[in-house]
Nanobody, 118 residues
């Protein structure tokens, strides 16, 4: 599975951005996808996740009410709509795809930089 993120950039606080993650390869049995981020000097953290059918969605408390995760299975693309951006949202955002199994498989994109100026 190959994942390519896009949509990052430099914005002012309060602005919006939409990140995209295009998946290719063996995607038919991917169980879940997620967005992670890693800010300067911080560990990578889970921002939002969504199951293959979209029935289960998770958000980190820090982004609830501001970010919306979605996926278009027909296009093999996942999105993260980010509204009311804050300076603390500044990070490299990574797309993740997860396949259940023994052992499970995890795939990562190269990351896209989001910088929010205050």
């Amino acid at each position: 599975v190959q994942l390519v993120e896009s949509g990052g950039g430099l914005v002012q606080a309060g602005a919006s951005l939409r990140l995209s993650c295009a998946a290719s390869g063996r995607t038919f049995d991917i169980n879940g996808m997620a967005w992670y981020r890693q800010g300067p000097g911080k560990q990578r953290e889970l921002v939002a996740g969504i199951t293959s059918g979209g029935g289960h969605i998770y958000y980190a408390d820090s982004v609830k009410g501001r970010f919306t995760i979605s996926r278009d299975n027909a296009k093999n693309t996942m999105y993260l709509q980010m509204n009311s951006l804050k300076s603390e949202d500044t990070a490299v955002y990574y797309c993740n795809a997860h396949r259940l199994g023994d052992p499970p498989d995890d795939y990562w994109g190269q990351g896209t930089q989001v910088t929010v100026s205050s």
